[in-house]
Nanobody, 129 residues
Framework: QVQLVESGGGLVQAGGSLRLSCVAS????????LGWFRQIPGKDRDFVAA????????YYGDSVKGRFTISRDHAKNMVYLQMNNLKPEDTAKYLC??????????????????????WGQGTQVTVSS
């Protein structure tokens, strides 16, 4: 059974930093893709970042490029999202997502939420001005 559990959210002032973590279990890691999305109540999920588990290839949403960094730790089955220079508009619930395709493939479709099969419950990030 696949499980994704996020942590690391909280309240931070604008300009500050947070690191989100997602522990993943039950995945076929050799061909997985992991992503971070964020969501405000009543709105669709927005793409933040994605990473291929094996090669570490990445995509970033335009609004976070240069400020956020996604990474993974094979030994710990963890995916991280380092968020720097946070802005009030970054306030949202951040969700970890995973896809386990039958083959080791990677492409731009991983910026879309429908590309992911598994989702965590999310962790709230609030940035005060």
């Amino acid at each position: 059974q696949v499980q994704l559990v996020e942590s690391g959210g909280g309240l931070v002032q604008a300009g500050g930093s947070l690191r989100l973590s997602c522990v993943a279990s039950g995945l076929a890691f050799s061909s997985s893709a992991l992503g971070w999305f964020r969501q405000i109540p009543g709105k669709d999920r927005d793409f933040v970042a994605a990473i291929s588990w094996k090669e570490g290839n990445t995509y970033y949403g335009d609004s976070v490029k240069g400020r956020f960094t996604i990474s993974r730790d094979h030994a710990k089955n963890m995916v991280y999202l380092q968020m720097n220079n946070l802005k009030p508009e970054d306030t949202a619930k951040y969700l970890c997502a995973a896809d386990t395709p039958a083959e080791d493939v990677w492409g731009s479709w991983y910026i879309a939420d429908f590309a992911y099969e598994y989702w965590g419950q999310g962790t709230q990030v609030t940035v005060s001005s």
